[in-house]
């Protein structure tokens, strides 16, 4: 297969895009669209976010060291969508999105209401990269809607209708697994043998 060889880029796609909200010092809150985050590190759980420092979030983040990751659904994505391209300075965008805020439990920095899982974070390290700094946060406490848990206590994400975002545009994400953890070399059970 024939491949086209391009100049270094960020073609890291799809991924995740989030609704991260922070709280100034007077207690204003904003909320700004994020689709460069990830998983850095099990224990202690923490995430990366790459923020350019125009951003108010950024100042707010850089100000109070705390912040949440609400993971949005299908049905935010016109929110998400906004609040990626509109800016805190020139508009209240929670109010005009409608958005209702809530308390975190641990965090200053509020949640929102219509995400079903929020995570709460408290930053450990800023490093400036070039147009974006990197933010590297403790997620100290994670807040998921009843509806995703089952009866054993097991978070059923795939029922949040999650969406992400790729090459600049925004696609949800499948609710049937392809696999899960480890399939590959799982040892096959042979038809027609049962334990006793």
Not at 9 to 32: D, G, H, Q, W, Y
Not at 86 to 104: C, V, W, Y
Not at 140 to 168: C, F, P, T, W
Request: hydrophobic share 40%.
């Amino acid at each position: 297969m024939t491949k086209r060889v391009f100049k270094g880029s960020v073609m890291l796609n799809p991924v995740p895009v989030v609704l991260i909200t922070s709280r100034n010092k007077e207690n204003i809150a904003n909320v700004f669209t994020v689709a460069w985050i990830g998983t850095a590190c099990t224990k202690p759980p923490m995430i990366t976010v790459a923020i350019r420092p125009e951003r108010l979030s950024y100042e707010y983040i850089k100000e109070s060291m705390e912040f949440t990751v609400n993971l949005p659904s299908k049905d935010l994505v016109r929110a998400v969508d906004f609040c990626g391209v509109r800016s805190g300075r020139q508009t209240d965008k929670i109010k005009e999105l409608g958005l209702t805020l809530e308390d975190a439990s641990i965090v200053n920095a509020p949640i929102i209401k219509q995400c079903a899982i929020a995570l709460e974070c408290k930053v450990k390290n800023i490093t400036p990269l070039g147009s974006h700094d990197l933010f590297l946060a403790e997620v100290v406490a994670i807040q998921v809607e009843d509806r995703l848990m089952d009866a054993n206590g097991k978070m059923h994400l795939e029922n949040a209708d999650l969406i992400s975002y790729s090459h600049g545009e925004y696609f949800p994400l499948g609710s049937k697994a392809l696999g899960k953890f480890g399939f590959s070399i799982m040892k096959k059970v042979k038809k027609g043998k049962h334990k006793k």
